[in-house]
């Protein structure tokens, strides 16, 4: 069965590094997604992409972010400069029809930031 | 934005039957799903839901859709340890990109 798979499972880093969180969506999908979820909270939506452009973004989704698909299987997530706060699991989804159906995640990116 | 609420909570005897609940608040959400999370691991899709639709069944799992109310259960038959995960309600925004959680009913399955 086709799945969304993203790399690093797990990734530290230092408060104020770059960190690039790495997805390959399931290969006849349109449309891409970034989540994250702060430990003991609930999936928070980050940003939505499709066409190679950003459909809709969130409040959290600031200019300390950015998303990219640098070719036609990656979709990558950019954080600048990383915060304390950003620690979370971020997790990538695909789907092929817009908000309908199944929308399908990753088993996601762990981020710890120190 | 979308409110999705859920009971935080559920213990069930394993044999029994389980229902978890969830209330939302946007009723343009045409889609409404149930995702499960299984400690450390990602998010399942289990079944979803059109919004012009009462109910879907799915082997042991049946959803309920009460759209007046703005209700959604999930209700799994014969309930198996397998099944102890976190359970999260949600529906797509009105731009239909984004899907709004709840904060996840915990279910804890006892033999």
């Known amino acids: 069965e086709p799945e969304v798979t993203q790399t690093p499972s797990h990734q530290v880093t230092q408060m104020g590094q770059e960190v690039i969180l790495r997805c390959v969506p399931i290969s006849n999908h349109l449309y891409f997604y970034w989540y994250r979820q702060i430990l003991g909270q609930k999936v928070e939506f980050l940003v939505s992409?499709?066409?190679?452009?950003?459909?809709?973004k969130s409040e959290i989704f600031d200019d300390q972010f950015s998303v990219e698909r640098p070719d036609g299987s990656n979709f990558t997530l950019k954080i600048r400069s990383t915060k304390l706060e950003d620690s979370a699991m971020y997790f990538c989804?695909?789907?092929?029809?817009?908000?309908?159906?199944?929308?399908?995640f990753g088993e996601g990116s762990r981020l710890t930031v120190l | 934005g979308e409110d999705v609420e859920q009971s935080l909570f559920l213990s069930v005897r394993e044999g029994d039957s389980s229902v978890i609940n969830c209330t939302y608040t946007?009723?343009?959400?045409?889609?409404l799903y149930w995702y499960k999370q299984e400690p450390g691991a990602g998010l399942q899709l289990l079944t979803y839901?059109?919004?012009?639709?009462d109910m879907k069944q799915d082997q042991r799992l049946t959803v309920l859709l009460n759209k007046k109310d703005k209700h959604l259960s999930l209700r799994i038959a014969d309930t198996q340890t397998g099944d102890s995960a976190i359970y999260f309600c949600?529906?797509?925004?009105?731009?239909?990109?984004?899907?709004?959680f709840g904060k996840g009913t915990s279910l804890l399955v006892t033999p």
């Open positions: 839901i059109f919004s012009n639709m």
């Open positions: 992409f499709y066409n190679n452009e950003i459909s809709e």
């Open positions: 949600a529906g797509n925004s009105n731009s239909g990109y984004a899907l709004n």
């Open positions: 946007d009723s343009s959400s045409t889609y």
């Open positions: 989804a695909s789907s092929r029809d817009r908000g309908a159906g199944e929308l399908f």
